[in-house]
Nanobody, 124 residues
């Protein structure tokens, strides 16, 4: 019954910013770590960022470190991905996912609910 719905994707110029949002259903949202993944054409789905249940612990991949920030608002059942200094290589479909754990996980195998994705396209 859990649903995750991403929004905020679109077309931006290199160097620009986007803020992705993920709205989650369910009263137990705050019990689980959340993550963002992305998949570009011809590539495997890759980990982008994760945030723990408490929101105290966060981790972002080396490819986006210093540019992307993950956050959550448990009261509103939402998780966000602030993306700054976007590059063309950031172009991908971005997915929000809920972990089976309360702590951070970097593997897609540890996430059991997924949104349908939102397209991010960064032009040069």
């Amino acid at each position: 019954q859990v649903q995750l719905v991403e929004s905020g994707g679109g077309l931006v110029q290199a160097g620009g910013s986007l803020r992705l949002s993920c709205a989650a259903s369910g009263r137990t949202f705050s019990m689980y770590a959340m993550g963002w993944f992305r998949q570009a054409p011809g590539k495997e789905r890759e980990f982008v960022a994760a945030i723990s249940r408490s929101a105290v612990d966060t981790y972002v991949s080396d490819s986006v470190k210093g540019r992307f920030t993950i956050s959550r608002d448990n009261a509103k059942n939402t998780v966000h991905l602030q993306m700054n200094s976007l590059k063309p290589e950031d172009t991908a479909v971005y997915y929000c996912a809920r972990s089976i754990y309360s702590s951070i996980s970097y593997s897609s195998r540890d996430y059991n609910y997924w949104g349908q994705g939102t397209q991010v396209t960064v032009s040069s």
